[in-house]
Antibody, heavy 121, light 107 residues
């Protein structure tokens, strides 16, 4: 069964840092593009970041560029989101979502269960 | 950035009804469009990709159409489990963007 499990969320003060992880299982992780998507409480979905299967290509939303860093460890079947200089508006449930195994087929399926990040003093 | 606009923002319907949700892109995206269903407290679920391709395991009452800037998601006969929020998303150009969502409620 394909499964994605996020961890690392929690309460952090404004200006602080947090590292999210996404553990993948049930598929050949190293072959797939991966994404981070977030959802603020009661709001819609916002794409955050993309990373290619090799990790060589990474894109970010303007709202997080320069503050967030996406990486992956294909040997550990894991995806990461290092978040720094956190702001109240970063408060959200963060999901990892699998993309495609073939370039240009980056459809988000499946998604993890999400991990809540709360930025507050 | 490409803006995605869904309509309506909410809709009330009854079991057995046919429902259509529209999504308009601010510029042409070919068929680089996906539809997701999200229930409260749950992760989104992919329903349709490439504008009209049904994701494996998704009931055939769901269908998608469109290309360029105008797209539709149709549920042919609403079932109780279909009451949820639906999002469109363009995958043509980074940054990927989502519509604001359409909440489908029971009448």
């Amino acid at each position: 069964e394909v499964q994605l499990v996020e961890s690392g969320g929690g309460l952090v003060q404004p200006g602080g840092s947090l590292r999210l992880s996404c553990a993948a299982s049930g598929f050949t992780f190293s072959s797939y593009e991966m994404n981070w998507v977030r959802q603020a409480p009661g709001k819609g979905l916002e794409w955050v970041s993309y990373i290619s299967s090799s990790g060589n290509t990474i894109y970010y939303a303007d709202s997080v560029k320069g503050r967030f860093t996406t990486s992956r460890d294909n040997a550990k079947n894991s995806l990461y989101l290092q978040m720094s200089s956190l702001r109240a508006e970063d408060t959200a449930v963060y999901y990892c979502a699998r993309g495609g195994a073939v370039p240009a087929t980056n459809w988000f399926d499946p998604w993890g269960q999400g991990t809540l990040v709360t930025v507050s003093s | 950035d490409i803006q995605m606009t869904q309509s309506p923002s909410s809709v009330s319907a009854s079991v057995g009804d046919r429902v259509t949700i529209t999504c308009r892109a601010s510029q042409g995206i070919g068929t680089w469009l996906a539809w997701f269903q999200q229930k409260p407290g749950r992760a989104p679920k992919l329903l349709i990709y490439a504008a009209s391709s049904l994701q494996s395991g998704v009931p055939s009452r769901f269908s998608g159409s469109g290309s360029g800037t105008d797209f539709t998601l149709t549920i042919s006969s609403l079932q109780p489990e279909d009451f949820a929020t639906y999002y469109c998303q363009q995958a043509n150009t980074f940054p990927y963007t989502f519509g604001q969502g359409t909440k489908l409620e029971i009448k």
